[in-house]
C-alpha cells in the first residue's frame, strides 16, 4: 500500500552490514552481519549489552548508517540515500516501539497514537479515525481521550504499539518493549505482540530476556556484533 | 515547457521508469507545523507565559511610550496651531550699566507702522499689590503684580475668559480689574457670583473678569489686569508700554522679527529684547520627543532581554525534549520538521508576546490619554513595528536551537538517562 516496491518477499534484509564507530580505539559494534526477514515473521533479537543489538535496530530502523554493507528494506537499498529520503521511509515503512515507550506528555492516547500518521501527511481526521481504530485494536478503546500519565505502564506501551502500526507500516520495530514492564504486563503484551502477528505484522523485537524470545517464532542470539545463533539455520526448525 | 517535455521524452526507458518510481516523503504541512508548535506550547502552558512575558513588556512598554508621546505632543502641536506662532513679544532689555532702560514712547506707533503687523497690545507694569482688603501688610502681595492695558490684549494673546468680561471702553475707566488665572486662584476668587472687591494698594477695584491660562503669555496668568485709564485716574501711573505683544502675518514672522528692534528703538536696537512666544512651547515639544526616545530605548532592552529569555527557553526546551527529537526522528520527520517546529515554537511565543504586548501598550496608552484628556494616537508605524520586531526576535531567538535540534542524531536522542 503506502510501502515502498513491495515485490520483494523480504521485509527487511541486510547484507555483510558492519558498524564501527570512530574512537580510540575504534568499535566495531556490528561485524559482517546477514540477517532476512521474510514477511509475516516474528523475530526476536536476543543479547547481553554490548552485543551489538542496539546498533542493530538502529540500522535496520534507518535511523544511522552501516559503515560497510547494505539494508534493504522492502527491498530497496537505502545505502547512499539522503537523511530526507530515510526519514520518508521511517515515516511509511517502520513502526518504532521503544523501552520506555516515548509518549508525548499532555496529549491524548488518540493524539500519540495519530502521530504515527503525522509525517506521511496525512490529514487530522484520518489520522484521529486511524488511530482510534488502532486503539481499539489493541484493546484500549476506552482510554481514548487519557494522557500518558492516567495510564499504567503496559496500557502506554499498548499506546506505543498503537502509534507504531497506526500508518500499517512493512514491520515493527520494538527495542526492549517490555522492559519496564512487570510479569503480567509484560505477558499480555506479548500476547498482543504475538496476536498482531498472526494478523500478518511482521514484528523484529530486541530483548535481553530469554523468555520473551522464547515466545518468538524465530531467535537470534547476537554475541560481540556477530550472529551466535539463528533458529532458521537448525534443521527442523526453520520458519515457515 | 516544450523542450523539456521534449527531452523527457528523448531519455531512455530506464530512466524514466527511475523518475517515475519515486521514494515515500516525508510531509508536513505548514499548518501542521504550527499545530505541533503550539501542542508544544500547550503542554507547557506556565513556561510559555512566562517566556512570552518578556516580550510582551517590551512591546507594551514601546507602544505605550510611541503612544503617549504622540497623544502628548499632538495635544501641544494642537494648541501651539491655536495659538499661533506668530506672537512676538517686546521688552526693554537691560542697559550696559544704565540700569533698567524701557521702551520709546513711539515704539507701539512705529511697530504698527510694519506692514504685516496686524495687531500691537501694549502692557505697562503697575508698581503696587493686590489684597483680597486693606488691612493686609504691604508687601504681602502672593506674587501677584497690577499691568495696566489696553483692550485688544485679550485678542492679541488669543485669550479666552473663564468668567465675566474683558476690560471695554468703559471699565477700562473705571476701578475694574481682570484677573489671571493664576492671580484669581492665589486670591481664592473661583467665580464671580457674588460681586469681589479688591485692594489695589490705593482704592478698592471691582473685579469684572477671570482669565483661562494663557498659554503663551504666563506672565500675565499672575496679573491683575485694569484699564489705562484706571491707572492714571485712581494708581496714579503714567502710563508707558513696558510689554508689547504683536502679532503678525505668520508667514512674514521672521521678518517682522528681524526689524522690531531697529524699529522700536533706533538708537540702541541692543536694548531691545525680541522674543517669539511658541518657541517655549516648541521646545516643550522637543523635549518630550528626547524623553521618548530614552524611554524607546529602554523598551528595546526590555525587547532585547525578553528574546533572551526566549531564547534561553528554547535551548532548555531542546535539551529536555532530547528523547521527544528522537521520536520524531523514528516517526519519519525530517531534520527540517523538527527545525521548522521548534522554530515555529518560538515564534509562536514571540508572537503571542508581541500581540499581547500590543494590546496591553494600547490599554496604558488609552488610560493615560483619557486621564489627561488628550486625544489617543496610537502610532501605527509603532505597531506594525511592535509586531515586526517581536517576530523577528522570535526568529532569531529560535533560530539556534532550532538548527541544534535539527543537527542531532537520531539515535543520540533516543538515548535515555
Known amino acids: 500500500m503506502s510501502s515502498l516496491a513491495s515485490d520483494s518477499p523480504y521485509a527487511v534484509e541486510l547484507n555483510q552490514v558492519s558498524k564501527i564507530y570512530p574512537g580510540t580505539p575504534p568499535v566495531e559494534a556490528l561485524s559482517e552481519v546477514s540477517i532476512s526477514v521474510p514477511r509475516g515473521e516474528l523475530l526476536g533479537i536476543v543479547g547481553a549489552s554490548g552485543s551489538g543489538k542496539s546498533t542493530l535496530l538502529h540500522l535496520v530502523g534507518t535511523l544511522t548508517r552501516p559503515t560497510a554493507g547494505s539494508v534493504f528494506i522492502d527491498g530497496l537499498d537505502t545505502s547512499g540515500l539522503s537523511d530526507g529520503a530515510l526519514s520518508g521511509i521511517r515515516s511509511r515503512n517502520v513502526g518504532f516501539v521503544f523501552q ?96 498482531l502477528n498472526h494478523d500478518g505484522a511482521t514484528v523484529i523485537l530486541i530483548t535481553h530476556d530469554p523468555e520473551v524470545a522464547e515466545m518468538c517464532a524465530r531467535q537470534i542470539t547476537l554475541k560481540d556484533g556477530r550472529i551466535e545463533f539463528d533458529s532458521s539455520t537448525v534443521p527442523g526448525n526453520a520458519h515457515d | 515547457m516544450n523542450s523539456i517535455r521534449a527531452l523527457c521524452l528523448e531519455m531512455p526507458m530506464t530512466e524514466r521508469a527511475e523518475i517515475q518510481m519515486e521514494l515515500p516523503k516525508s510531509r508536513l504541512s505548514f499548518l501542521e507545523t504550527l499545530r505541533v508548535g503550539s501542542s508544544g506550547l500547550r503542554t507547557r502552558r506556565l513556561r510559555s507565559a512566562l517566556s512570552a512575558l518578556g516580550i510582551t513588556i517590551g512591546i507594551a512598554a514601546l507602544i ?83 499691568v495696566a492695558s489696553g483692550l485688544n490684549l485679550i485678542n492679541a494673546q488669543q485669550g479666552s475668559l473663564k468668567a465675566g468680561v474683558f476690560l471695554s471702553q468703559v471699565t477700562s475707566q473705571f476701578p475694574a480689574v481682570v484677573l489671571g488665572a493664576v492671580a484669581a486662584e492665589r486670591l481664592g476668587i473661583r467665580d464671580l457670583s457674588i460681586g469681589h472687591q479688591l485692594w489695589l494698594g490705593e482704592r478698592w477695584f471691582t473685579v469684572i473678569g477671570i482669565l483661562n491660562p494663557l498659554l503663551l503669555a504666563a506672565d500675565l496668568d499672575r496679573a491683575a489686569i485694569i484699564g489705562y485709564g484706571a491707572a492714571e485716574k485712581f494708581l496714579d501711573h503714567d502710563v508707558d508700554a513696558d510689554v508689547i505683544y504683536v502679532r503678525a502675518f505668520p508667514e512674514h514672522i521672521l521678518d517682522v522679527r528681524s526689524v522690531m528692534a531697529a524699529t522700536v528703538n533706533p538708537e540702541s536696537p541692543e536694548e531691545v529684547q525680541v522674543s517669539r512666544a511658541s518657541d517655549v512651547l516648541e521646545a516643550r515639544v522637543a523635549a518630550t520627543s528626547t524623553f521618548t526616545n530614552l524611554f524607546v530605548g529602554l523598551g528595546a532592552v526590555a525587547l532585547l532581554v525578553g528574546g533572551i529569555g526566549i ?66 494616537i496610537i502610532p501605527g508605524l509603532a505597531v506594525v513595528g511592535g509586531m515586526v520586531s517581536s517576530v523577528l526576535i522570535g526568529g532569531v531567538a529560535g533560530f539556534y536551537p532550532a538548527l541544534r535540534a535539527a543537527n542531532m542524531s537520531p539515535t543520540e536522542a533516543l538515548r535515555t538517562g
Open chain 1, 100 to 195: 520506555d515507550f516515548f509518549l508525548l506528555p499532555g496529549v491524548t492516547a488518540t493524539e500519540n497514537v495519530g502521530n504515527g500518521l503525522l509525517y506521511s501527511g496525512t490529514p487530522e481526521r484520518e489520522r484521529k479515525r486511524r488511530a482510534e481504530a488502532m486503539l481499539e485494536r489493541v484493546g484500549l478503546s476506552h482510554r481514548l481521550a487519557h494522557l500518558p500519565n492516567e495510564m499504567s505502564g503496559g496500557e502506554q506501551q499498548r499506546v506505543a504499539i498503537a502509534r507504531a502500526l497506526v500508518h500499517d507500516p512493512s514491520f515493527i520495530l520494538a527495542d526492549e518493549p517490555t522492559g519496564n514492564l512487570d510479569s503480567q504486563n509484560t505477558a499480555s503484551l506479548m500476547e498482543l505482540m504475538v496476536s
Open chain 2, 311 to 376: 531564547a534561553n527557553v528554547m535551548v532548555i526546551a531542546v535539551i529536555e525534549r532530547r528523547n521527544e527529537i528522537g521520536l520524531r526522528r523514528a516517526l519519519g520527520a525530517t531534520r527540517f520538521h523538527i527545525a521548522t517546529q521548534f522554530l515555529s515554537e518560538s515564534l509562536l511565543l514571540s508572537g503571542i508576546g508581541g500581540v499581547a504586548g500590543i494590546l496591553m501598550g494600547i490599554l496604558v496608552t488609552a488610560i493615560y490619554a483619557i486621564s489627561q484628556d488628550w486625544s489617543l
Open chain 2, 64 to 146: 505605550s511610550v510611541l503612544g503617549l508621546s504622540a497623544s502628548g505632543s499632538a495635544d501641544l502641536i494642537k494648541e501651539l496651531d491655536a495659538l499661533g506662532t506668530n506672537l512676538l513679544t517686546i521688552e526693554a532689555g537691560q542697559g550696559f550699566g544704565a540700569g533698567p532702560v524701557s521702551l520709546p514712547d513711539d515704539a507701539p506707533a512705529m511697530i504698527r507702522r510694519i506692514s504685516p503687523v496686524y495687531e500691537v497690545a501694549t502692557v505697562s507694569k503697575v508698581p503696587g499689590g493686590v489684597y483680597r482688603n486693606d488691612l493686609i501688610a504691604d508687601g504681602r502681595t502672593r506674587g501677584i503684580t497690577i
